[in-house]
């Protein structure tokens, strides 16, 4: 094993590593409760007072919603047609095999920009409505990439033997995907979705070509620290999220682990 | 046996059955079964993004009339001979590349050793909380985050305070490209600590224990076996912290000084400013040639499975 | 498969009802509005709402341009209302993307002054595309602590004392004000209007922003981004909006804003209606509400702006004592008369030659100017 002092050194390494994720973000929570609506270091002073127009704030709901909307329904897409990706090309080996991973990586791996300006021209080329179905094609570009890799490496994990066991004894394709294939790749699909819907969540750049007049919530936030007068209010909303979603967050990590039957390697 | 399989499971036969002869004739059939799978995305990929890709390309090779600011649909170089005359334009797109270059290195060497902390060196417990706390940040909005680094490289900010604190000269960091090198790497870290952790902790332990018995020093372990197996994660965190900086242009604006325009930035204003499409369209086919070689390398390191 | 995961499974599926059922909401009498920060305060979009009925939507632009391409946005059918500034009203009255409106319709356009009802940037051919809502000049902002003595002149922003401490707007219309300067300060070149340049008095205001890049430390994006420079110490002198100083004051820094000797450039809003609204309605009523005396006063204070109505000075004052006289509602004319305001720049600029440079020319060279 590593050395005594190797293992000081990581760990030392992975507390800095930590400090430096988390001081912008202890700071974004600090700055919830800041007296003053510019903000400025030193923090001049705290109150609970943004907390309550920060919830009530109609524009903000709205946004919360439809981000909650779009980020829900491009995980749905982004599952079904992520996994059956994933399916195919684990399974049958034919030629653009290679081209379809190509395909599906695209979206994440070209800049947001090129997405955004292309899916807006055609969108107004085919004389689509902007709204809450434009975000989701949008979102579900990039979506889909993420299901896809999480599925695919669960399937290369996964035996095949498994499969043909289950078919040897009398399950048919239904039965067979029902008890034995879905129950494999359950927790990639968690773990894909959560991350397919935190991206869909925050994401800006796209949006801001496929959203229409409606606000997603990163679209409200930049709307505010815009107009810079409340943005404790923004604090607030990080804040919250951020306290709702580490349950969901965690819940998933503990349910990834607890499936043994991927641990082959062990 | 089938038969009753079928009854235990409460199931009507009959719709079993179709269901049972459908699934057999794709069991049987494998190209069907992957023809039937595949199409919907591949479908789905094509008509929508490819296509609107190509169609945006295409109009690259369009003008705007300046006046009416409507688009010419002739054929022309003009957009992309400008580019290659304007020397604004090669300094933005070096930047923008230089800066997504050093983004990913200086990631995947804060990655490595967190990530192999995380995989090696961690109990299941505590593995599972870094995992948590790697994530995490994710559900912080970006923009939040963003404008949080703003307070701490102020000239009044966070960081200078504390340098003062502790006696030492201030740093004059606040929107210069430093700050969007920092900045960047930060928002951009998790997406390469996940990868690069999943590739090292699939390195099977007889490996490092094989090399060890044949004789090599940690440091050799480390370069001759878990460096090369980790490789692909590396590329394929790579890739998402290179493109996603390649193609950003809000950090720019919130963090950038006078000489920090990116591509995006210049797309961005042409697109949503000067309402020039095909300028902007052109100017994009720089960030999509340099992924599109960046894509072909990483497929040779084979990143596409660690992805 | 535990029952914990079906659990979850069963969380998303409902999450996934739920948006199929808001999708068939109607949107009747909702506006979308693009609007310039600080314009759809709550303070009178609240009332607005209660008393019509009609929702407003606003969506935030950081310039002229982007108001024009959202106008355009989907084929023109995403947003009913914006409030362009005269840089872009023109561009949207001859794109056809703004209709015209019966001005006898809004009770208080009598009260309006007279330059006011009817300016060429919102009115073409004796129709009128929207109602002037407020105008008022890009001043020059300061740190009354770090700079000294009061700057009096736009000199200050372009000469190295405050290195590396200034701060002016991210936008091409931004070379009008180098254009002001100029054409006081260098009157050989014979600069008549900032906005109608031929190509040497053009280069001449670009080699003056050149020598003054040095001098910036940023060119700010959005009001919010000036506002939190001036607090935590970024910059101590730069050109701004109003709405930055009042935000500012009201936060209790020290700084003070003034419009120098040559004069300033400056804006004259108008609220147009989209050709493809399907609100008007609503749009109308949106007309009448905000052109009342009481909502133009709350405007103008809260941005620090004059406003169009003339019977709105006696409110000001009400609302908060002498801002009727600070922001010059009493003796527009005079003051007015100082104010360049914002008009797009076109090759035809009435010299009969065509020789300007139009707005393309000033967009590319802000670009090259960044570089």
Redesign the interface.
Known sequence: M??RN??IA??V??AV??A??????L??CL?AFNR???????IPGLTTKWFSPAIHDP?MQ?AL?LS??AG??S??VAL???S??A???H??R?FGR?A????????????????G?????????W????G??TIV?GHA?FC??VV??NVI?RL?RVPGSLTEAS?DL??????TFRHVT??TI?TAL?SG?L?AF??S??E??VTTFTA????T??IW?????????S?PQ??VV?FL??AV??VP???A???T??SGILRT?E | MAERLDRAQGLGGNRAGARRRLGGALWRRPRLKGASLLSPPVLAFVLVYVAALVALFVSSLWTVDSFTGLTIHSWTLDNFRELWHGAAYHTVAVRTILIAAAVTVTDAIIAFPFAYFMARLAGPRLRAVLFVLVLLPLWASYLARVYAWQLILNSDGLLNWSLGKLGLPAANLAYTNTAMWIVFSYIWLPFMILPVYAALERIPHSYIEASRDLGAKSGRTLRSVILPLALPGIVAGSIFTFSLTLGDYITPVLVGGTSSQFIGNVVYDSVNGAGNLPFGAAFAVVPVLVMGAYLLVARRLGAFEAL | MTKRMWALVAILAVGLAFPAAGVTKSSGGTLNMIAWEGYTQAQWVKPFEKSTGCTVHAKYAGSSDEMVTLMRSGGGSQYDMVSASGDASLRLIYGKDVQAIDPTKIPDFKNFGKTFQSPPNNTVGGKHYGISLQWGPNTLLYNTKKVSPAPTSWAAIYSPKYKGKVTVPDNPIQIADAALYLMKTQPSLGIKDPYELNSTQFNATINLLKKQKPLIKKYWATAGQEISDFKNGNVVIGASWPYQTNTLVADKAPVKDLVPKEGATGWLDTWMVSSHTKNLDCAMKWLSWISTPKVQAQQAIFFGETPVNSKACAIMDKLSKGSCAQYHANAPLKYFKQIHFWKTPIADCGNGQKNCMDYTKWQSAWTALKG
């Not at chain 1, 430096?20 to 973000?25: A, C, M």
């Not at chain 1, 300006?117 to 080329?125: D, E, K, P």
């Open positions: 590593e050395s190797t293992r990581l760990s390494w992975v590593v930590l430096f994720l988390y001081i912008p973000i700071l974004i700055y003053s609506n510019v903000e400025s270091w030193p524009d709205q919603w909650l909307k829900a329904l995980t749905a079904v047609l992520g059956a990706a399916f195919g090309v399974r049958f034919f290679e379809v991973s190509f395909l599906l990586v695209l979206p994440i791996a070209l800049p947001g920009i090129i997405t300006m292309a899916l807006n021209s055609y969108f107004t080329f004389k689509i409505n902007f809450l179905w094609i570009t889909v990439v896809y890799n490496a290369r078919m009398g399950a048919d394709g239904w039965q879905f129950p359950s968690i979705g991350l935190a991206l969540f925050d800006v750049i229409g007049a409606q606000n919530l990163p936030i930049f709307g505010q620290i815009r107009l810079g007068q943005l923004v604090n990080v999220i951020l979603t580490i967050v965690a819940l990590q503990r349910l682990r607890e390697e």
